[in-house]
């Protein structure tokens, strides 16, 4: 599986932002995909996923509302709405792909066996 990541820029707060995440080698339909995003001097942190087939969708607390993630099954792409930007959101995005979904670590980035190149966010205040 290889994925793609984009759609990172310079915005200010209170915009908006779509990342993209192409995948090759496996259809999103039957992968769990994921966003994280790491910030200079912090972890790696989950900020959303989709799960493969039915597609439930989770997200960390500080996103809800304000960040949407989705998928386009005929075109193989995830995307990552944000909307409503916070400087606190600034970071290198990636996107990831879980083969095994098991619901109790979709939240885990050890679970997720392939990685994208990562897409930098930079929110100004």
């Not at 597609?55 to 607390?61: C, H, S």
């Not at 960040?67 to 990552?80: G, Q």
Request: proline share 2%.
């Amino acid at each position: 599986v290889q994925l793609q990541a984009s759609g990172g820029g310079l915005v200010q707060a209170g915009d908006s932002l779509r990342l993209s995440c192409a995948a090759s080698g496996r259809t999103v339909r039957t992968t769990t995909v994921a966003w994280f995003r790491q910030a200079p001097g912090k972890e790696r942190e989950f900020v959303a996923c989709i799960r493969r087939n039915g597609g439930a969708t989770y997200y960390r607390d500080s996103v809800k509302g304000r960040f949407t993630i989705s998928r386009d099954n005929a075109n193989n792409m995830v995307y990552l709405q944000m909307n409503s930007l916070k400087p606190e959101d600034t970071a290198v995005y990636y996107c990831a792909a879980d083969l095994n979904d098991i619901l109790s670590t979709v939240r885990d980035q050890r679970a997720y066996e392939y990685w994208g190149q990562g897409t930098q966010v930079t929110v100004s205040s």
